[in-house]
Nanobody, 124 residues
Framework: QVQLVESGGGLVQAGGSLRLSCAVS????????MGWFRQAPGKERESVAA????????YYAESVKGRFTISKDDAKNTVYLQMNSLKPEDTAVYYC?????????????????WGQGTQVTVSS
């Protein structure tokens, strides 16, 4: 079983930055595809960013391209989401997820394990 624990959420003003972290345990980290998702009230969970097993492929949603950066540190079993130039529409619960599949995974259904989520609130 894989455990994922997110941290780093909070309240920030528009234009500000936050860095989310997701610590992974229970499985060889380098063998996992990792993703960040978010869910705003009344909306479906959506993909924000994903990174392949060895970091060779990365996906970003159009809404966050140029502002968010996903990265992973295999030595620390941790994946990060650096969020810059935050906007009020980025407000959501952010979830870290892990997939045992191959390649780059984007869809919610392609992920096997999920963290508990961390709230990000961007004030205008």
């Amino acid at each position: 079983q894989v455990q994922l624990v997110e941290s780093g959420g909070g309240l920030v003003q528009a234009g500000g930055s936050l860095r989310l972290s997701c610590a992974v345990s229970g499985r060889t980290f380098s063998g996992l595809v990792m993703g960040w998702f978010r869910q705003a009230p009344g909306k479906e969970r959506e993909s924000v960013a994903a990174i392949s097993r060895y970091g060779g492929s990365i996906y970003y949603a159009e809404s966050v391209k140029g502002r968010f950066t996903i990265s992973k540190d295999d030595a620390k079993n941790t994946v990060y989401l650096q969020m810059n130039s935050l906007k009020p529409e980025d407000t959501a619960v952010y979830y870290c997820a892990a997939s045992t599949g191959m390649g780059l995974r984007v869809a919610v259904r392609e992920y096997d394990f999920w963290g508990q989520g961390t709230q990000v609130t961007v004030s205008s």
